[in-house]
């Protein structure tokens, strides 16, 4: 589960205006990326560049471990686990 901590942290860095992270989307361009040789900070980045439609409006937040965190943060972050668990291995 620390993976996933990390990972929402770091997706947390998203504009904090309205607007979602499509998680299909997001999914698919980390893994492609980090199938090419990416690193995981990088592929985050260029993943929610990519996935992130401001025109959307906000979505609900969901405590995890205490920390408040948009839903569609989530379902990227689930959608990555799915898509390319290798890179979460330990």
Do not use: W
Request: glycine share 4%; charged share 20%.
């Amino acid at each position: 589960m620390k993976p996933l901590l990390l990972i929402l942290s770091l997706l947390l860095a998203a504009p904090a205006s309205a607007g979602q992270i499509l998680p299909y989307l997001y999914a698919q361009e980390y893994c492609s990326l980090r199938d090419l040789g990416v690193g995981p900070d990088e592929a985050m980045q260029a993943a929610r560049d990519h996935a992130y439609v401001d025109s959307l409006p906000n979505v609900s937040t969901v405590t995890i471990n205490g920390e408040q965190t948009d839903v569609d943060v989530v379902r990227a972050v689930r959608e990555v686990f799915k898509r390319c668990p290798q890179y979460f291995q330990s």
